[in-house]
């Protein structure tokens, strides 16, 4: 499966973000898309998510960028989960582009929802 992950720039997403998934049992089963891991240049997400199996957009931190990858994804049928930091209350919007919402407390917490819904 193809799976791009989303984010804002407004957090320590190499750390909490990237770092996790990719020492995840699914990243080995999956290629995992991460734009910025190895270059803060502007990642060509539009072509990506047209042949994407899945996005994981980190809702926690609104962002412009974020919200037109969304809109992307959608516009090509390509299915989002959106997850949010416990205590975070997302856009009220996303629920036009995603019904799977998942509420994590911290790193590993999100892994094992994810594996659970992607494997």
């Given at each position: 499966?193809?799976?791009?992950?989303?984010?804002?720039?407004?957090?320590?997403?190499?750390?909490?973000?990237?770092?996790?998934?990719?020492?995840?049992?699914?990243?080995?089963?999956?290629?995992?898309?991460?734009?910025?891991?190895?270059?803060?240049?502007?990642?060509?997400s539009k072509?990506f998510l047209?042949?994407?199996?899945?996005?994981?957009?980190?809702?926690?931190?609104?962002?412009?960028?974020?919200?037109?990858?969304?809109?992307?994804?959608?516009?090509?049928?390509?299915?989002?989960?959106?997850?949010?930091?416990?205590?975070?209350?997302?856009?009220?919007?996303?629920?036009?582009?995603?019904?799977?919402?998942?509420?994590?407390?911290?790193?590993?917490?999100l892994i094992?929802?994810?594996?659970?819904?992607?494997?």
């Amino acid at each position: 499966m193809k799976i791009y992950i989303g984010h804002s720039k407004d957090f320590d997403f190499k750390k909490e973000l990237y770092l996790p998934i990719r020492q995840s049992s699914f990243n080995k089963n999956h290629e995992i898309v991460l734009p910025h891991e190895k270059s803060d240049e502007l990642f060509n997400s539009k072509n990506f998510l047209q042949n994407c199996d899945l996005m994981i957009a980190e809702v926690s931190f609104s962002g412009t960028s974020l919200g037109i990858e969304i809109g992307w994804a959608n516009a090509f049928s390509c299915p989002v989960i959106c997850v949010y930091k416990t205590g975070v209350k997302p856009s009220s919007g996303l629920k036009a582009v995603s019904d799977t919402f998942i509420e994590y407390s911290n790193p590993e917490d999100l892994i094992e929802k994810l594996k659970e819904i992607i494997e």
